[in-house]
């Protein structure tokens, strides 16, 4: 089943604790993002990457880091966590030659 | 910076009735424009797109129009039913060649049987 995987879906930390957020696809898409969503604020973008190795910020990138050393996988690193990041987090991916663009199932972090 | 702004943030609509959500997006080099439907407590789902060369597109009860030189893009549900009720999101997108999106806001459509 072609899907978007995310880990873990639920998470409750402490401010400063690193954390990493895995992101997997099975689709062989290109393209893999980062979002987080807030109540009012909509899906904000916080980091894509196009290929193996090449990552753009989003909008919000402050305080993440990503990585792309493989095509399947994008984690979601917080090396620093502060109670501003708790939020749900979505990965999402897409292939090169298409727009149709797919969710994770969604993280929800909370940093206390 | 580039944005999207989308109205209203709820709306509420008699089972039967249409219903119609606006977006306004300011970068000019957009072309791509999803709308996605999101249940509560699930993933945002793709329900219909546009691109900027086609000004209207329709899929069953689900229309979206687009205009481009005021820069508005609209979604229209007709016949609304309960299974209608989530939030719904716009987007803009440079499209192919980039994957740079700017969301709305959302707008909480809630269908009253």
């Known amino acids: 089943e072609a899907q978007v995987t995310q880990n873990p879906r639920y998470l409750i930390t402490v401010t400063g604790k690193k954390l990493t957020v895995t992101c997997s696809q099975n689709?062989?898409?290109?393209?893999m993002s980062w979002y987080r969503q807030d109540p009012g604020l909509g899906l904000r973008q916080i980091y894509y990457?196009?290929?193996?190795?090449?990552?753009d910020k989003g909008d919000v990138p402050e305080g993440y880091k990503v990585s792309r050393k493989e095509k399947r996988n994008f984690p979601l690193i917080l090396e620093s966590p502060s109670p501003n990041q708790t939020s749900l987090y979505f990965c999402?991916?897409?292939?090169?030659?298409?727009?149709?663009?797919?969710f994770g199932p969604g993280t929800r972090l909370t940093v206390l | 910076g580039e944005n999207v702004e989308q109205h209203p943030s709820t709306l509420s609509v008699q089972e039967g009735d249409s219903a119609v959500i606006k977006c306004t997006y300011s970068d000019s080099a957009s072309n791509y424009f999803p709308w996605y439907k999101q249940e509560l407590g699930k993933r945002p789902q793709l329900i219909i797109d546009i691109r900027s060369n086609v000004g209207e597109k329709k899929d069953q009860r689900i229309a979206v129009t687009l205009n481009k030189t005021a820069k508005h893009f609209s979604l229209h549900i007709t016949e609304t039913q309960p299974e209608d009720s989530a939030v719904y999101f716009c987007?803009?997108?440079?499209?192919?060649?980039?994957?740079?999106?700017?969301f709305g806001t959302g707008t909480r459509l809630k269908v009253l049987a």
């Open positions: 990457s196009m290929n193996v190795e090449v990552t």
């Open positions: 689709m062989n898409h290109e393209y």
């Open positions: 987007a803009a997108s440079r499209g192919s060649g980039t994957y740079k999106y700017i």
């Open positions: 999402a991916s897409r292939g090169s030659s298409t727009d149709t663009q797919y």
